[in-house]
């Protein structure tokens, strides 16, 4: 089991070189970089991506050769390894140990720490203007250092999960629950090829526990007259047109709730990459007719949206 590398060790020259320096013709002389562990990893190389609105380069990495060889347990690739570390620093009641090996994650806590979020941004609306009628959640509250700590742990898997190629290695070590219910990974962990499945489970259940999404950020959309807030926006996954000509686009859009957000957001502006959780909610467009200098085309819009009312909801890398 392991994470992706930026960097590792290079049996022929003997020391440890950056991913920028390596090659697939160099494939075969390449280990783990942790000393102890010099298991025997592979140069995956950058490609292309393409979204609705723009071709980006997914950035290489180094990887297990073969999942038949493990890195050492005491190695910070690891996967299981660091599942142990962020249970051994995280509050027993969100990541728990159940077995050898083996953790629950309760996610009904962040469904509870998210509820005290959004009640706390209703209060301050409602001081902003008491003539609003805001429809408000049940009443949970949670203080404010168990919330950085539930955030914090929630922030930790989402990086661990995004360092990972799949959900086989997580699933086996997380298990993950909201109340008396069991989530599988595939209904909570998202990315931008699988936002068909995040809609549609969405809009046909009753869906009621965070979920993560990751994908590219496109933009900060400003604050105008009509809505005061900061929104996160998404690159939507490239589609065809359907038989009709309509071509369908998936949005995901997070509304920024708290200013610490923002600045984080800021601050790591030289980052693309993104994972997000939140409770999402969906919904679906008219069919639009835009015209420009390539002719006519028609879109529908399957819109995904969220908030973010911490800063530990969002993890640029």
């Known amino acids: 089991m392991g994470t992706k590398m930026p960097e590792a060790y290079y049996t022929k ?47 290489p990495y180094f990887r297990l050769e073969s999942n038949e060889k493990s890195h050492h347990i005491d190695c910070k690739y690891n996967t299981k390894g660091q599942v ?6 995280s509050d027993d009641n969100i990541l728990k140990a159940i077995e050898e090996g083996k953790y629950n994650f309760r996610l009904n806590i962040i469904d509870e720490a998210l509820k005290t979020l959004n009640s706390s941004n209703k209060d301050e609306l ?31 898997i989402m990086q661990l999960r995004s360092l990972t190629e799949t959900h086989d290695e997580l699933r086996e070590i997380i298990l993950l629950q909201y109340g ?8 909570f962990y998202y990315v931008s090829d699988s936002l068909s499945k995040c809609y549609t489970y969405i809009k046909r ?28 926006k998404l690159r939507s996954p490239w589609v065809e047109p359907d038989k009709d000509g309509i071509i369908t686009l998936l949005t995901v859009e997070l509304i920024i709730n708290n ?9 790591n502006a030289n980052f693309k990459n993104v994972a997000v959780y939140s409770k999402f909610r969906v919904s679906e467009s008219k069919v639009y007719i835009k015209q420009n200098q390539t002719g006519t085309k028609k879109f529908r819009y399957l819109n995904i949206k969220g908030n973010l009312y911490h800063p530990k909801q969002i993890l640029l890398y």
């Open 180 to 187: 008396k219910q069991e989530i599988k990974w595939s209904q």
């Open 205 to 232: 259940n009753d869906v009621t526990h965070p979920i993560c999404i990751e994908g590219v950020l496109k933009e900060i959309e400003l604050p105008s007259e009509k809505f005061k807030y900061h929104v996160v």
């Open 259 to 267: 200013n610490n957000v923002l600045e984080y957001i800021q601050s």
């Open 84 to 89: 142990e570390v962020i249970a051994r620093e």
């Open 126 to 156: 409602e001081n902003e203007d008491p003539s609003l009628n805001l429809k408000r959640p049940s009443r949970v509250y949670v203080n404010q250092g168990k919330l950085d700590s539930y955030f914090s742990t929630m922030q930790r």
């Open 13 to 59: 020259e003997n020391k440890i070189i950056k991913i920028d320096y390596a090659n697939k013709a160099m494939n075969g002389s390449f280990k783990c970089k942790t000393e102890k562990c010099r298991v025997p990893v592979i140069f995956v190389d950058a490609h292309k991506k393409k979204y609705a609105d723009k071709t980006v380069v997914v950035n």
